[in-house]
């Protein structure tokens, strides 16, 4: 099993949509979870980081935890063009990151 | 936030050739630097981790003679392909990391080998 599972999409939605992107971790003891926007070509740039379970809000972006699923989410409200791209989900284990395949999302307007 | 820039952003080589990607970071200091891999429409991939001043520490599967990582000061890392192959071909991104264990990324070198 591996240690971040995240559904590669695509996602297609159109403008305005909220966006929901999720990813399942098997390893209970993880505690700092964060998600990362990629555009095309681009490095990974953090957008939200959460530590345990809990819903944390940034603007139009909500990320949420789900310690007892093991399930985590990234919420993102009136969705525009500029919001497409490949969003991963990351986890920190002790020292290193591990990072799920990533979504990607296409918003059309 | 934290600027971090990659030199070349894309190369082509020939098949054999040894090329090196330089990371810097401009306006803090790296302790530690992550190099990553990643192949197209798959997950940043972790290569090695080093330390500046210290051998890197390279992941299961990574072959150190061939991923030579150079990490000599706070603020510039190297990784070089040595006899690159068309096999490595790919978007390699850097990773500094600050004494706080923040993270931040690279905008990635385009490797083509033909």
């Known amino acids: 099993q591996k240690e971040v599972e995240q559904d590669p999409g695509p996602l297609s939605v159109p403008e305005g949509a909220i966006v929901s992107l999720n990813c399942t971790y098997s390893?209970?003891?993880?505690?700092?979870f964060m998600w990362y926007r990629q555009y095309s070509r681009k490095g990974p740039e953090l957008l939200m980081y959460?530590?345990?379970?809990g819903n944390k809000e940034d603007g139009r972006f909500t990320a949420q935890v789900d310690k007892s699923s093991k399930y985590i989410s990234l919420f993102i409200r009136d969705s525009q063009p500029s919001d497409s791209a490949t969003y991963l989900c990351?986890?920190?284990?002790?020292?290193?990151?591990?990072f799920g395949t990533g979504t990607r999302l296409q918003v059309f307007p | 936030g934290a600027v971090v820039s990659q030199h070349p952003s894309r190369v082509i080589c020939k098949s054999g050739t040894s090329v090196k990607i330089e990371c810097r970071s401009l306006?803090?200091?790296?302790?530690?630097m992550f190099w990553y891999r990643q192949f197209p429409k798959q997950s940043l991939m972790l290569m090695a981790t080093?330390?500046?001043?210290?051998?890197?520490?390279?992941e299961q599967g990574v072959e150190k003679d061939k991923f030579l990582i150079n990490h000599a000061s706070l603020t510039l890392s190297t990784l070089t392909v040595t006899s690159a192959h068309p096999e490595d071909s790919s978007f390699y991104i850097c990773?500094?990391?600050?004494?706080?264990?923040?993270?931040?990324f690279g905008p990635g070198t385009r490797l083509t080998v033909l």
């Open positions: 306006d803090f200091q790296a302790t530690t």
């Open positions: 959460t530590y345990s379970s």
């Open positions: 990351a986890i920190h284990n002790t020292d290193k990151l591990i």
């Open positions: 990773s500094p990391a600050t004494s706080a264990d923040t993270q931040y």
């Open positions: 390893n209970s003891a993880f505690q700092y």
């Open positions: 080093s330390n500046e001043g210290s051998k890197a520490t390279y």
